[in-house]
């Protein structure tokens, strides 16, 4: 578990979207961001204030978060002296690079003689179970997408965001390490060794208050060859009792297979469905998420209303609409 | 790779069943096995001439299996003192225990004073890609099952047997531990980490000549919720232009599942093949393997007989028929 609150490393940016855990933590824990650091050139603002260690250490930040995606995954020395500077301050440090600063050897040195902690996220670091398949008590939801990267965390973050202005008992179960370093804990599924991802999911919702939901983050999707095996185990470690279909309606063919089309919602409905009820014969489809970002406002709500007659669920977009109808029929679970 | 030939090792098995990884390679590539080497009191045998370190060394062994899974995980003393001797006569070691041969302090030295190879085939020393999906020359068989532990292994093995029997070309591709001790290689698919599961299974079969055929070791089934992720990618990964649903009749619930019932073979055919059919939309399932060594011939005879009518596909036993009818519906394929 990573210590909160964070300061958010920008570092050099070279655009926005390079800082998106940076802006995944602002948009989703805004109270876990003290402030903002940023080196000459950044291209990022997360509109916090600008602060020096020394500002967010007095402010309480605990960890700095790398918050920016860096080029060609290499550490580099102008971030290093930000970084060991931040351990000398006494923050511990939190990444989701595929390049780990507990490699970094300047790094490792100074957090052993200052006694701080190295977060990768990307790196599990239990020993997860193999999952024994018992029913566990309280409620699972899960988001299963036609595709990767169609929404699937922004839709779950979006329904705790509701149904915690409802007073709804609810925790987002992050499963990838954007999720894991908004949230500060989670497990890092991509990660984790073949025998115990099932387990692992298991783990991460465990036995809780009857009225209880577990927003499970999704990991890849059913009909990606590359990672469908993920999907699997977070659809019978789950045990999920709702399942939201994610979409995005404008994507030619699976994300990095160019020779695999999407498949449709009703294929994606039957056959998440089917693998749910070999763990939970209750579960149910409540709702379907689709990302319009990439169509006008009108063929937006045009395409919803025709999901939403085709397959008799409600459909929104929850970046443009809230997750309000989802949560909605959530509650009727 | 490990290299071949072997000398068993078959230490103080407590019981025949004990050392069903020597049992494997004695029954599937009896010319990898030069002898066998029985310390006092062991109760296996199999049949193959007690060798001396010396005398396997001069029949030209060149690796010491370990083919017996001992009491408790524990690396004996009484085994150290045989293992560390074959070090020094410089033969490498190979082991599918849990507990590592390259963790034991006394083996790792002596192996590197004498520059042999400890293969602790549990662990993967591939760094396997993420799946791309795309097609690959050559064809492929994978058994598929309704639970755990039904024959699987076996199944591919005989098949691929009889086939070299009729000259076809063809690979038993291993994808577990007993597998590869057999064979020499292959994945050891569970302890592959979560990303590259498709992967491995892809890079075990590449492209191949048209007529060759893969017969791939399969692993859990999609209805086990503690392993289906494995299934799910050695189906994907694998992209098999035929399926063997392999089946258990006598089993009472899922293996160390109290609570969860076995499939039909029809549930698991409709499954399977609707999956097999994202990667590859050709796959067709061509037979049905199942394990009658709990039942009488006559029962045995009337169970397959129930199933060849009832889903119209070839059904044996590969253990008291032979694998001749499965081979016979994958040379139509």
Same mark, same amino acid.
């Given at each position: 578990m990573i210590?909160?609150? &964070? @300061? /958010?490393? *920008?570092?050099? =940016?070279? +655009?926005? *979207?390079?800082?998106?855990?940076a802006q995944g933590i602002r948009d989703w824990r805004p109270e876990f961001a003290v402030g903002q650091l940023r080196m000459e050139g950044c291209k990022a603002d997360m509109g916090l204030p600008d602060m020096t260690l020394e500002q967010a250490k007095a402010a309480g930040a605990r960890t700095l978060v790398v918050g920016v995606a860096n080029r060609?995954?290499?550490? $580099?020395?102008?971030?290093?002296?930000?970084?060991?500077a931040a351990l000398e301050e006494g923050f511990d440090l939190a990444s989701g690079l595929h390049n780990l600063l507990r490699d970094?050897?300047? @790094?490792?040195?100074?957090?052993?003689?200052?006694?701080?902690? @190295?977060? +990768?996220?990307?790196?599990?670091?239990?020993?997860y179970p193999i999952a024994d398949g018992r029913p566990r008590a309280g409620k699972r939801c899960l988001a299963v997408g036609t595709d990767c990267s169609v929404g699937k965390m922004y839709t779950a973050l979006a329904m705790e965001?509701?149904?915690r202005e409802r007073g709804m008992k609810t925790t987002f179960r992050a499963t990838g390490q954007t999720g894991i *370093?908004?949230?500060?804990?989670?497990?890092? *599924?991509? =990660?984790?060794i073949a025998d115990f991802m099932a387990g692992s999911v298991e783990w991460l919702t465990p036995d809780n208050d009857p009225d209880h939901w577990d927003l499970i983050e999704g990991q890849g999707s059913l009909f990606h060859v590359s990672y469908s095996g993920v999907t699997m185990a977070l659809i019978h470690g789950g045990q999920p009792d709702a399942l939201i279909l994610c979409h995005e309606p404008t994507r030619e063919h699976m994300r990095? /297979?160019?020779? &695999? $089309? @999407?498949?449709? /919602?009703?294929? /994606?409905r039957d056959l998440a469905l089917q693998l749910a009820h070999v763990a939970n014969t209750g579960c149910k489809v409540v709702g379907v998420s689709v990302n319009t970002a990439a169509m006008a406002e009108d063929a937006a709500d045009a395409y919803l209303r025709e999901v939403e007659s085709r397959l008799g669920l409600p459909a929104v977009d929850p970046f443009r609409h809230g997750a309000g109808p989802l949560v909605d029929a959530l509650e009727k679970v």
């Open positions: 210590q909160t609150p &964070y @300061l /958010l490393f *920008l570092g050099d =940016a070279p +655009d926005p *979207l390079s800082a998106k855990v060609g995954g290499v550490i $580099s020395p102008a971030w290093k002296k930000v970084l060991v970094e050897e300047d @790094l490792a040195a100074v957090a052993r003689a200052t006694g701080r902690t @190295l977060h +990768d996220v990307r790196v599990p670091t239990v020993r965001r509701e149904m *370093l908004i949230t500060g804990e989670g497990v890092p *599924l991509d =990660a984790v990095g /297979l160019p020779e &695999y $089309s @999407l498949p449709s /919602l009703e294929a /994606l």
